[in-house]
């Protein structure tokens, strides 16, 4: 008996690139043994379904798409009691949790690694009832990756973000929030703030730290603060965009479990979608919650 693989695929991820690649992927399986069945997501949400309903029959568990098809995918994983190994073929527009895994951009050789690589247990974050795989993040520019029109998306890729946090930067409003780890308890207003586990977070290197592990059961939190004066914003934004975490415009530390309270309700942002309009939150890391197939050391 062959080993039995589920492979989802979400046919318009970024340039839908996967269209011209599938059959030689399925080789790459076939030629390893694999017995393959795919599945085609046809609306939001349904990769979550797909996995939560099926995932426990098989060896592993596939899936070509962006880290919004991701997070799908895990969210249903999490619901599995056995969960197989997952492999994962990026084919996004940014694709920020692959890049921190290095998994290479070509399809094929995604797939090559998928086939012949190495498994990896790694951490995975609950918020609140939902899970995210690398990012929870509220302010500035987060909207942008759930609003920009897919079809844009397909278009210009990463630049797509770009083009559309800069339609927004006059409506940036900061959130009067107390975020509480351990003893640690910070009350600020905030234009920005992500609870990550990653190297990058919406394409950009640099903001999580320089001691990012997927597997030591820590996020890297940053908080950008608000200004005192608009006369500090390109103060900010140099911290910003030379990654000057030590700034004092900055809070950056590790923890495995935060709360997050704030005054209004916030909109939060999971590996790039939606994840609810929330005045209080739990986040808490899960570690060593699923294992995923990477490349050599």
Not at 13 to 32: E, P, R
Not at 162 to 182: C, Q, W
Not at 272 to 287: M, W
């Amino acid at each position: 008996m062959g080993k039995k693989m589920l492979m989802i695929v979400n046919p318009h991820s970024g340039k839908a690139q996967i269209k011209n690649q599938l059959l030689g992927i399925l080789d790459t399986f076939c030629k390893v043994g694999y017995e393959v069945t795919v599945q085609v997501t046809q609306y939001p949400g349904q990769a979550s379904e797909i996995t939560a309903d099926q995932a426990e029959a098989y060896d592993m568990v596939v899936l070509s798409g962006g880290d919004g098809t991701l997070n799908e995918v895990l969210c249903g994983l999490m619901k599995c009691q056995k969960r197989p190994v997952l492999g994962y073929i990026p084919s996004g527009s940014t694709n920020d949790f692959a890049s921190t895994l290095k998994l290479p951009k070509n399809m094929q050789e995604a797939a090559r690694i998928v086939a012949g690589g190495r498994e990896f247990l790694c951490d995975i974050g609950k918020f609140g009832m939902q899970h995210f795989v690398y990012v929870a993040a509220f302010g500035a520019f987060t909207e942008v990756s759930y609003t920009t029109p897919q079809q844009t998306k397909n278009v210009l890729g990463h630049p797509a973000y770009i083009l559309e946090g800069a339609k927004r930067l006059d409506s940036i409003k900061p959130h009067h929030m107390k975020v509480i780890s351990g003893e640690l308890v910070i009350e600020d207003d905030f234009l920005y703030g992500m609870v990550s586990n990653a190297t990058s977070v919406a394409g950009f290197k640099g903001l999580t730290g320089d001691n990012v592990q997927l597997d030591d059961g820590l996020f890297e939190v940053t908080l950008v603060k608000d200004p005192q004066n608009p006369l500090e914003m390109p103060a900010l934004l140099t911290a910003l965009t030379m990654r000057k975490l030590d700034s004092p415009y900055f809070y950056h530390f590790q923890t495995g479990h935060l709360k997050v309270e704030a005054e209004k309700p916030v909109k939060w942002v999971l590996d790039g979608e939606f994840g609810g309009n929330l005045k209080d939150v739990e986040i808490e890391n899960i570690p060593g919650a699923f294992q995923i197939m990477v490349g050599e050391k």
